[in-house]
């Protein structure tokens, strides 16, 4: 058995990262002992991958960097495999390899990792191995290219699927979601009201603590807030939380502008009528 390198110098994904540690997925992902494949297993209901470690087996930093990210395709492979449950997705489970059932499952599985990958920003020659691996599966199938566009209603809901709970360990990172639906600073419906724009708390030169924000389009400017809303503010460690908090305070703090901004419109769309 070859000697296991570290991890030095392989891609990293927190979020990915975090979901295996904090076991935040519909089942188990075993990712910490050293297994020849990677698997999903619908008998046990668990995911086990190799090790990370064992990913890292290019020559060059470039290479060495991918094999990071190729663990990672192959744990969202994996894990795509698990959202076909009756009580998840309720996709039919292939029957033995190699035949049609069993070949459908593994295109919905590997252009849900394909997808999910290319929203990641992963090399894009990992992608083009999945592109490989999709044109094996299509021989098996002996059907048309076309055929990919019947699966893609599958691969779209176990993408959504993953990437919601991945959006959770990213907020919790305090970093961007990757859908809009998961991003508290996301622009709201037509009929929910405008959110602040590039709101902040910042401390000043003075010392004191000010919040900026735009509304609608209009520069609210910079109002003081007390330094115990300052403190409460920058304590909050959930991304959520602190969206929710700004934006209350946000409301309290730029109220006069607000009505006045909110009269200048009501008094400018009577002019237009």
């Given at each position: 058995m070859p000697e296991l390198r570290d991890k030095e110098g392989m891609y990293v994904h927190p979020a990915l990262d975090r979901m295996i540690d904090t076991q935040g997925w519909l089942c188990p992902i075993q990712a910490d002992k050293r297994v020849d494949g990677a698997f999903y297993s619908p008998a046990q209901d668990i995911v086990v991958l190799p090790m990370k470690e064992q990913f890292n087996i290019g020559n060059t930093p470039e290479e060495i960097y991918r094999g990071g990210m190729e663990f990672y395709s192959t744990m969202l492979h994996e894990i795509s495999h698990s959202t076909m449950t009756p009580e998840r997705l309720n996709r039919e489970m292939g029957g033995r390899f190699g035949d049609p059932k069993y070949a459908r499952e593994e295109l919905v599985a590997e252009l849900t990792a394909a997808m999910i990958s290319?929203?990641?920003?992963?090399d894009s020659k990992v992608t083009d191995n999945s592109a490989a691996y999709l044109d094996s599966w299509i021989s098996v199938l002996k059907q048309e290219p076309k055929f990919i566009v019947s699966v893609m209603a599958d691969v779209?809901?176990?993408?959504?699927?993953i990437l919601d709970h991945v959006d959770k360990q990213r907020l919790a990172l305090n970093e961007q979601?990757?859908?809009?639906?998961n991003d508290p600073f996301a622009p709201l419906g037509e009929n929910e009201e405008v959110p602040f724009k590039n709101a902040a708390i910042v401390k000043t030169k003075s010392g004191d603590y000010a919040i900026r924000a735009s509304y609608d389009g209009v520069e609210l400017g910079l109002k003081k807030v007390s330094k115990d809303t300052a403190k409460t503010y920058f304590q909050l460690t959930d991304y959520k939380d602190k969206a929710a908090f700004l934006n209350m305070t946000a409301h309290k703090t730029f109220e006069p502008e607000l009505a006045n901004l909110k009269r200048t419109q009501?008094?400018?769309?009577k002019m237009s009528i």
């Open positions: 290319h929203s990641m920003g992963f779209n809901k176990s993408s959504e699927m979601p990757y859908l809009t639906k009501a008094v400018g769309a």
